[in-house]
């Protein structure tokens, strides 16, 4: 069964560090743009950041420019993001997604993603 499971969300206080985790399941990475989107309640899903396979482009929300970090590790099939700075407007549901032989520029249909991992900001 194809599917990818996030991991390492959490609460965390405002100006705190967290590193979510996306690991895909009966597919390798290699050939995949991985992104990560999140949805905060009554909001809609924001893409926030997208590596292309190899690393080679990378894009970013403008909401989480210079805070966050988008990186991948293709022999464990692992995407991550590291998020810092983190404000209470973080707080959302946070999912990744694949796309094989995506760049991350223009328009996407993302074959895979995963159920999401829950990060809450707040004193």
């Known amino acids: 069964q194809l599917h990818l499971v996030e991991s390492g969300g959490g609460l965390v206080q405002p100006g705190g560090s967290l590193k979510v985790s996306c690991v895909t399941s009966g597919f390798t990475l290699y050939n995949d743009a991985i992104a990560w989107f999140r949805q905060a309640p009554g909001k809609e899903r924001e893409e926030i950041a997208c590596m292309s396979a190899g690393g080679s482009n990378i894009r970013y929300a403008d909401s989480v420019k210079g805070r966050f970090t988008i990186s991948r590790d293709d022999a464990k099939n692992t995407g991550y993001l590291q998020m810092n700075s983190l404000k209470p407007e973080d707080t959302a549901s946070y999912f990744c997604?694949?796309?094989?032989?995506?760049?991350?520029?223009?328009?996407?249909?993302?074959?895979?993603w995963g159920e999401g991992t829950q990060v809450t900001v707040s004193s």
């Open positions: 997604a694949t796309a094989v032989y995506y760049d991350c520029s223009g328009p996407a249909e993302y074959d895979f």
